[in-house]
């Protein structure tokens, strides 16, 4: 099964607090005005919508590998340069962007308690890696994701190093994050 409801008598909807209010802020007419002129809002954004799916996926649902690998599609997919620009220029394609890295989180965060050890390292670091290596792009003001590239894209290059450098906050204030949680596991 790729997907299924945690029971448990204990559960309470407490929980969902958090990804609401992530929700909240990355889902409302205001800052989605702003996400056509600024990637970086943008791409702060995304981490919003997914890491939200993530939480939920986590407190209250189990996955496996499968419901892992599903849920890496779509933020794989959205930020390939095409779809990052259709993403960021068309609101038809945001709603779509927004819904699929909800439910890709929610997949991806369903499985973290399930999956082995070594795989959720191996993933965190080609999260990192993956991420890193965009926020360069984005740094270098390279035209692969700007409107040099997709006359569509709302993007000049000279608007990505900013999106590159928030990129590299947001992705250490998580790492952070998930060392300390490690490290407390640890200590107890």
Do not use: C, Q
């Amino acid at each position: 099964m790729i997907l299924s409801l945690i029971k448990n008598e204990n559960t309470t909807f407490k929980p969902l607090i958090l990804p609401i209010v992530l929700l909240a802020i990355a889902v409302n007419p205001y800052t989605e005005s702003l996400e056509f002129h600024y990637p970086a809002i943008y791409m702060i954004s995304h981490y919003l919508v997914y890491f939200s799916g993530i939480f939920v996926g986590y407190k209250y649902f189990k996955g496996d590998e499968i419901s892992l690998a599903l849920g890496l599609i779509p933020p794989i997919l959205w930020h390939l340069p095409y779809f990052f620009a259709l993403g960021a220029a068309f609101t038809t394609y945001r709603v779509i962007l927004e819904i699929t890295l909800l439910i890709g989180g929610i997949l991806a965060g369903s499985s973290i308690k399930y999956v082995k050890f070594y795989l959720k390292v191996t993933l965190f670091a080609l999260w990192m890696l993956g991420d890193s290596a965009l926020a360069i792009i984005f740094i270098v003001s390279s035209p692969i994701y700007s409107n040099v590239a997709y006359n569509f894209s709302p993007y000049p290059p000279s608007s990505l190093p900013i999106a590159g450098v928030t990129m590299f906050i947001a992705m250490n204030v998580f790492l952070g994050y998930v060392i300390a949680k490690y490290i407390k596991g640890i200590v107890g």
